[in-house]
T-cell receptor, first 114, second 110 residues
Framework: SQTIHQWPATLVQPVGSPLSLECTVE??????LYWYRQAAGRGLQLLFY??????ISSEVPQNLSASRPQDRQFILSSKKLLLSDSGFYLC?????????????FGAGTRLSVL | SQKIEQNSEALNIQEGKTATLTCNYT??????LQWYRQDPGRGPVFLLL?????KEKRKERLKVTFDTTLKQSLFHITASQPADSATYLC?????????FGKGTTLSVSS
């Protein structure tokens, strides 16, 4: 069966520090991968998605970047965190041939930038 | 712009009643809509998908409807239980991605 791992679960970082969040998927090949952010009182905001190694689509211009160095690995990064980067970050995957983009989410990372 | 909206942020009902949550869309015609459940501090979990040519879809105590005239999907939980308390999200397709509504937080009291 397929599983998605996301870490760390919680993270407290000072303003201006770098960020690296990692997501890996097991039990499938060539999945579509997604990063979302959920700020307090707001909905899920799609940040990046990837349909293959090295292929990244950005949905919202911001202080973050994403990379997909391996088929089942998706990394969210920042060189310098802002206070506004605080939120709940979720990674998700979708089988490449899935019907209608049904997505499977990781447990999330709660990021607090202080 | 193409919007998907869940107008009610919160819904409080008593155990045993039917909960009805609403998802509206404007300025487009989605081929399908999806519904997810999200518990506090957890990632969303897929529940149901309904296509534009389907009027209704059921799964155990869950029922979803799709009304293309009203541009609306309704999500029903019958015989609700306290364990059904969660935030429910609707989503529409956008290419290879999904766009989510802000969600409705359901609280079922015993």
């Amino acid at each position: 069966s397929q599983t998605i791992h996301q870490w760390p679960a919680t993270l407290v970082q000072p303003v201006g520090s770098p960020l690296s969040l990692e997501c890996t998927v097991e039990g499938t090949s060539n999945p579509n991968l997604y990063w979302y952010r959920q700020a307090a009182g707001r909905g899920l905001q799609l940040l990046f998605y990837s349909v293959g190694i090295g292929q990244i689509s950005s949905e919202v211009p911001q202080n973050l970047s994403a990379s997909r160095p391996q088929d089942r690995q998706f990394i969210l990064s920042s060189k310098k965190l802002l206070l506004s980067d605080s939120g709940f970050y979720l990674c998700a995957w979708c089988p490449i041939l899935a019907a209608k983009n049904i997505q499977y989410f990781g447990a999330g990372t709660r990021l607090s930038v202080l | 712009s193409q919007k998907i909206e869940q107008n009610s942020e919160a819904l409080n009902i008593q155990e045993g009643k039917t909960a009805t949550l609403t998802c509206n869309y404007t300025n487009y015609s989605p081929a399908y809509l999806q519904w997810y459940r999200q518990d506090p501090g957890r990632g969303p979990v897929f529940l149901l998908l309904i296509r534009e040519n389907e009027k209704e879809k059921r799964k155990e105590r869950l029922k979803v409807t799709f009304d293309t005239t009203l541009k609306q999907s309704l999500f029903h939980i019958t015989a609700s239980q306290p364990a059904d308390s969660a935030t429910y999200l609707c989503a529409r397709g956008a290419g290879t991605a999904l766009i989510f509504g802000k969600g409705t937080t359901l609280s079922v009291s015993s």
